[in-house]
């Protein structure tokens, strides 16, 4: 009894050894049979990769690693106010009866920031007064500093070049440069300037209070 218990499980590993060696053959057939497969795909992806990169190349940006520093300034600006300013500008050359075949034409879409302020380095000593407890402060009128696009943000929308016409490379710079134009116009009118000397006058009005000059009065240098 002992001895066919014994051949029992004998045939049994038997068994399983032989079920596990033909899942084994089986499944190595099955990966031979699809590498060809695999690497007909690996192929053709890697050649929709390359046309990919013809068609839509990534610009490579190599800047020169000489700097060149030209000039030094020490700076006394008072930023009082900071505004951010979108605008579409539309850039056109070839316009007119044959339009579509030698026009160009772009629609593109501003974003900028113009900052304001005073520069107290203008402040001169005899523009201050101290009479009879009050200080009186003749300050330099407000200016725009920094009239600057954000590239991150703006971007040429649409572009439509005649069928016989080249895109003029000229065109999108062109644009950039009236719309940096048409931002700061839009913060003038807007009166970027007056907020940013009221602005100016409130932020010294506290700094000389600190100091010991709780009267203070305000003139505006307009030459």
């Known amino acids: 009894?002992?001895?066919?218990?014994?051949?029992?499980?004998?045939?049994?590993?038997?068994?399983?050894?032989?079920?596990?060696?033909?899942?084994?053959?089986?499944?190595?057939?099955?990966?031979?049979?699809?590498?060809?497969?695999?690497?007909?795909?690996?192929?053709?992806?890697?050649?929709?990769?390359?046309?990919?990169?013809?068609?839509?190349?990534?610009?490579?940006?190599?800047?020169?690693?000489?700097?060149y520093i030209n000039e030094v300034r020490?700076?006394?600006?008072?930023?009082?106010?900071?505004?951010?300013?979108?605008?579409?500008?539309?850039?056109?050359?070839?316009?007119?009866?044959?339009?579509?075949?030698?026009?160009?034409?772009?629609?593109?879409?501003?974003?900028?920031?113009?900052?304001?302020?005073?520069?107290?380095?203008?402040?001169?000593?005899?523009?201050?007064?101290?009479?009879?407890?009050?200080?009186?402060v003749n300050l330099p009128p407000a200016e725009i500093f920094i009239v600057a696009l954000d590239n991150q943000k703006s971007r040429v929308y649409d572009r439509e070049t005649g069928i016989l016409a080249q895109p003029d490379i000229n065109l999108e710079t062109y644009v950039r440069q009236e719309a940096e134009q048409e931002i700061r116009k839009g913060a003038l009118e807007d009166g970027i300037l007056r907020q940013a000397q009221t602005n100016a006058e409130a932020y010294l009005f506290k700094f000389f209070a600190a100091l010991g000059y709780p009267n203070t009065i305000f003139a505006t240098d307009q030459g």
């Open 1 to 67: 009894m002992k001895n066919n218990n014994l051949f029992s499980l004998l045939i049994i590993i038997v068994l399983i050894a032989g079920v596990y060696f033909i899942v084994q053959t089986v499944r190595e057939s099955a990966q031979a049979a699809t590498a060809p497969f695999q690497q007909v795909n690996q192929a053709n992806q890697s050649l929709q990769t390359q046309v990919s990169n013809l068609l839509h190349p990534t610009p490579t940006i190599i800047p020169d690693p000489v700097t």
């Open 74 to 136: 020490a700076l006394a600006r008072l930023e009082t106010i900071q505004y951010s300013i979108e605008k579409v500008i539309t850039g056109e050359t070839g316009q007119g009866t044959f339009a579509f075949l030698f026009g160009d034409k772009l629609l593109f879409i501003a974003h900028g920031t113009v900052i304001a302020g005073i520069d107290m380095e203008k402040l001169q000593p005899q523009d201050m007064r101290f009479e009879n407890g009050v200080l009186t």
